[in-house]
């Protein structure tokens, strides 16, 4: 079993010719919802890859609260450990131009909200792999950290939005997640050298793995393994969401195989780069995460 502690938002996204400059209002198009949070589409990107997966989080009381529960439990994520909180549900203002550029505002709503209690830590020392990202306060990520450490399970941290982090939550992980943008700020070392930023964050935790985008994936561990492993060739739509279909599906072969070593990262990339290509393929961000069949089959291609 694979849990999740994280965010929940709800993307409302707007389409326009052009984005508003300060003071301006312009006549947008098209408008959708999408769930959306690091932490729901990699609980969901985890469930459709195959994994029985637990959800723990927070959302407000609002409409937009329900619409995200219904997407967890769509996709068959338990939600158990999803609780209502006073005020309202985080969102994501997003416009975007006809050019694809983008302006967003994030308000955390609910998700900065997120307390853990007893029933949380049971659901953690159940799972064999905990999931987390950034995306809900730190106090909360380290101390769910150390319930998964306590209870055995691997605990994955997939270090977005970047920031730097304390050696304490730190020492708590087994493998790090990261794109090289994050991996620069975590380590605190600015190179575009993917040798070094590994070099660097092995040096904080004992296994990293790290994404670049078209290029694949690499992996570097603390017995020296270092592993790069190449994308499928695909003809890229939308790369939104592919870095948390990269992440959920991760989690998944981890649980699967029982945790990853040099001996095992090379499958294990291999597959979760297939379900990020796979999310890439597709237009839209958590509604493009790729169910298992999608992800085998680009494994094996
Ligand atoms: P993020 O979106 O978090 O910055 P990346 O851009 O590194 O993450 O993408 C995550 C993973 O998705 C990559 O490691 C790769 O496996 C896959 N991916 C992303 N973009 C492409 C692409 N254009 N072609 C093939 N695979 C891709």
Redesign the pocket.
């Known amino acids: 079993r694979v849990a999740v502690v994280g965010s929940a938002n709800l993307d409302l996204v707007v389409t326009a010719p052009q984005l508003p400059r300060p003071g301006e209002t312009v006549l947008g198009d098209d408008f959708r919802m999408v769930p959306g949070g690091k932490g729901a589409n990699q609980a969901v990107a985890a469930a459709r890859a195959g994994a029985d997966c637990a959800f723990v989080g927070a959302i407000g009381g609002d409409g937009f609260g329900g619409l995200l529960r219904d997407n967890l439990a769509a996709a068959g994520v338990d939600v158990a450990g999803l609780r209502t909180v006073d005020g309202p549900s985080g969102v994501a203002l997003i416009a975007v131009d006809h050019a694809a550029e983008n302006c967003i505002v994030v308000a955390p709503g609910a998700n900065g909200a997120l307390t853990l209690d007893d029933a949380d830590r049971d659901a953690v020392a159940a799972a064999g792999v905990l999931l987390l990202q950034l995306e809900v306060p730190l106090s909360e990520v380290t101390r769910a950290a150390g319930w998964a450490r306590a209870g055995g399970a691997a605990v994955v941290l997939n270090a ?1 939005p970047a920031r730097p982090l304390p050696t304490e939550l730190l020492d708590l992980v087994d493998v790090l997640v990261v ?1 090289e943008h994050e991996a620069a700020v975590v380590a605190g070392v600015f190179t575009d050298e993917p040798a070094a930023l590994l070099d660097a964050l092995v040096g904080l935790v004992p296994r990293v793995v790290l ?4 290029r ?2 690499a992996y570097a561990d603390r017995d020296g393994a270092r592993i790069e492993v190449p ?2 060739t ?1 003809d ?1 739509v939308d ?1 939104t969401a ?2 948390d279909a ?1 992440t959920g599906a991760l989690a998944v072969a981890l649980a699967e195989r029982g945790g990853l070593t040099g001996d095992t990262a090379t499958g294990v990339l291999r597959w979760a ?1 297939a379900a ?2 796979a999310c ?1 393929q597709r237009p839209g961000a958590s509604t493009a995460l790729p169910e298992r069949d999608a992800i085998d089959a680009l494994a094996a291609a």
């Open positions: 977005a794109n994404t670049l985008g078209a694949g994936a994308a499928p695909i890229a790369t592919a870095g990269f780069c990020g290509a890439a």
